[in-house]
């Protein structure tokens, strides 16, 4: 089984920055994307951040210029840098992985969440 261990969320003034971590116990040859999802009260949940295997990245349109996604390989971790945070961006954020291995269907290719790590951007 899986596991993803998110951290790093908090309260924080507008302008200010956070970093979040998401720790896999998934073994990274075997991951095809990593990202970081939020979810806002009453809202659907959007694509943050991804960052593929070829560390090629991409960005939700209201983040591009203001959020970093990055990977940390030794340590199997996915890394979101957040800087000058608006009030817009609280929301809970849950990491995901995408990777290809055993499963509960047999080998496959397999979506994994994180419990999620509030944000919380004061105005």
């Known amino acids: 089984q899986v596991q993803l261990v998110e951290s790093g969320g908090g309260l924080v003034q507008a302008g200010g920055s956070l970093r979040l971590s998401c720790a896999t116990s998934?073994?990274?040859?075997?991951?095809?994307?990593m990202s970081w999802y939020r979810q806002a009260p009453g809202k659907q949940r959007e694509l943050v951040a991804t960052i593929t295997r070829g560390d090629s990245t991409e960005y939700g349109d209201s983040v591009k210029g203001r959020f970093t996604i990055s990977r940390e390989n030794a340590k199997n971790t996915v890394l979101l840098q957040m800087n000058s945070l608006k009030p817009d961006d609280t929301a809970v954020y849950y990491c995901?992985?995408?990777?290809?291995?055993?499963?509960?269907?047999?080998?496959?290719?397999?979506?994994?969440w994180g419990q999620g790590t509030q944000v919380t951007v004061s105005s």
């Open positions: 998934a073994m990274i040859f075997s991951v095809n994307h």
């Open positions: 995901n992985i995408n990777l290809v291995g055993p499963g509960p269907r047999g080998f496959g290719t397999y979506d994994y």
